[in-house]
């Protein structure tokens, strides 16, 4: 009876919607906040960003099982033999996703990057259709996707196209980046299943993040320069993504996939507002307005989609 109402709790649209956007808006923040720990740290280079990557996500995930830990008076859910698939969901959702991301964002240009990275929706929606019975492809998700997406496009053109070279190491690296966490929404919402969320979520962070912080040495990358702002910052973006990661998975455990990866497309809208409050840049402008405009447009096409409403109930 009690998950039953959890599951009710979770599915509900005022719950889903504000979760999502809660997530969305906690991940847009890191955008500017990461490009400031740069600044304060004088981090430069593919291995020292993918360390500082790596040590905002152990602290994440620290910080998620002490949560779990506490809210559950030290009886954490964890088998043993559950522990090569919690780690393999960290190599896929937080090592591969980023490493990639990181090294490409190197090689590409960030407007660019935005509209590549977004795409993992499409990823996330398309992998379900395949492998979660009753999560099948129609044509309101479709369109959904297809108005989030062009959204994200009009955000980041700049003089009427994106424009540029195309490079395996540069958008190819950002495209894997995305294709990986789109994969990890729906083996996530299957593990969940199965597995305590929390627990799960704390220990990929944990797994993938160590990773990455060996694969940031071998690359040569340092981090110096700590002081009281920058390790304030620093635990910021740790617990943003603890928070993030935690209420997403939930969110995907008890909802189809593309009603909650579909909120993805305001990550970066939610970027530049953020950018134009602690960074001064532009952002009421017209282009943003109407990118604005296609993103909500697409999430009302998915969630408005026949059977995206779960409507399970105790007993039904």
């Known amino acids: 009876m009690q998950e039953d109402n959890k599951n009710l709790k979770f599915q509900r649209p005022a719950a889903v919607s504000g979760l999502a956007l809660l997530c969305c808006a906690l991940w847009g923040s890191a955008f500017p906040l990461i490009k400031l720990g740069y600044q304060m740290m004088d981090i430069q280079g593919s291995g020292s960003q993918i360390l500082y990557g790596g040590a905002r996500f152990l602290l994440a995930g620290l910080m998620t099982l002490a949560y779990a830990?506490?809210?559950r008076r030290g009886r954490l859910?964890?088998?043993a033999s559950q522990l090569p698939a919690m780690c393999g969901q960290g190599l896929l959702q937080t090592t591969a996703q980023y490493v990639f991301y990181y090294i490409g964002l190197a090689h590409c240009a960030s407007s660019k990057s935005a509209v590549i990275n977004t795409s993992y929706t499409f990823f996330a929606i398309i992998i379900a259709h395949f492998v979660i019975k009753g999560e099948r492809m129609d044509w309101r998700r479709g369109l959904g996707?297809?108005?989030g997406f062009g959204g994200i496009v009009v955000m980041n053109m700049e003089g009427g196209a994106l424009g540029g070279d195309v490079t395996l190491i540069g958008e190819g690296?950002?495209?894997i980046g995305s294709i990986a966490y789109g994969a990890s929404c729906v083996t996530i919402k299957l593990?969940?299943?199965r597995m305590d969320t929390?627990?799960?979520t704390a220990v990929q962070l944990i797994f993938g993040s160590l990773v990455m912080l060996l694969i940031g040495l071998i690359m040569g990358g340092r981090l110096e320069g700590f002081d009281p702002a920058s390790t304030l910052l620093l635990l910021y973006l740790a617990a943003a993504s603890s928070v993030a990661f935690t209420l997403w998975s939930l969110l995907l455990k008890y909802n189809s996939t593309g009603r909650v990866t579909i909120y993805g497309f305001s990550i970066p809208v939610f970027g530049v507002g953020y950018s134009a409050l602690l960074l001064g840049e532009q952002v009421f402008t017209?282009?943003?307005l109407a990118a604005l405009l296609l993103v909500c447009a697409g999430i009302i096409a998915v969630n408005a989609a026949p059977g995206s409403l779960l409507k399970?109930?105790?007993g039904s």
Do not use: H, P
């Open 69 to 71: 830990a506490i809210s």
């Open 198 to 200: 929390t627990v799960l």
């Open 312 to 314: 399970k109930r105790a």
């Open 286 to 288: 017209l282009r943003n």
């Open 77 to 79: 859910e964890l088998d």
């Open 145 to 147: 996707c297809l108005l």
């Open 173 to 175: 690296f950002i495209l």
């Open 191 to 193: 593990l969940s299943r």
